[in-house]
């Protein structure tokens, strides 16, 4: 399973319950497959704190609340939010509406290095739980922590490895209260004490090589064939 909360969904639904689970975070993509320049990055590039969103444009990525929040904050001329990513066009029309004329920038589909380029940290919104979505993996390559529901296997990435907060999107005001207090911060200021907040983003594993996944992947599967378990707790 690629998270405890998959694994934990699944027993809890009676599926496989006798079977030999292993979590194995989904750090399988290549360091190839990344934007080297942008990999480990330490600084900000924008005058503005911006905040981004990658993803596909739906009710339950929670993207509206992520707008509605943004369009609350106590200094939205102080901030900037960019949304890549594609979606039913009658919403994207609606989502277009709700930002009115806020500074909320709808890049559409782009290759999503032009998001982690330029944003200072990443929201992701999503009122779904999600088994663990890659973006909590490529963010933290990349040197850029995380905003996140608690839902799924998000926490186990963001809380328990320190890349990013979490908030309770049922909690009214929560998400508005993360991104005023990453706001307050500032741009020079979030950069500098970035390990600080976000201590698990220096020499994050994010890639298959970093992570040696496909390594413990293999060890998992020869243990299986041969009735053993791995040496070790993947």
Known sequence: SVSDALRQRYLKNDVLPNADWHVLLNANRSEALFHAPLVGRKSGVSERFTFGYLGALAEEKGVEDLIS????LSNPEKATLLIAGRGREDYVQHLKSLAGNAPVQFLGFVPPEEVYRL?????VPSRWHEPQSLILMEAATYGVPVIGTERGGTPEILRDLGTGWCYDPDREGDLLRVLEKALAIG???WWIERDTHF???EGFKGTSESSQYYEKLNAILVAAHSGRRPASDL
Do not use: E, N, T, W
């Open 187 to 189: 741009v020079d200021r």
């Open 199 to 201: 201590p698990g983003i």
């Open 119 to 123: 944003a200072d940290v990443i929201v």
């Open 69 to 72: 929040g943004f369009l609350k």
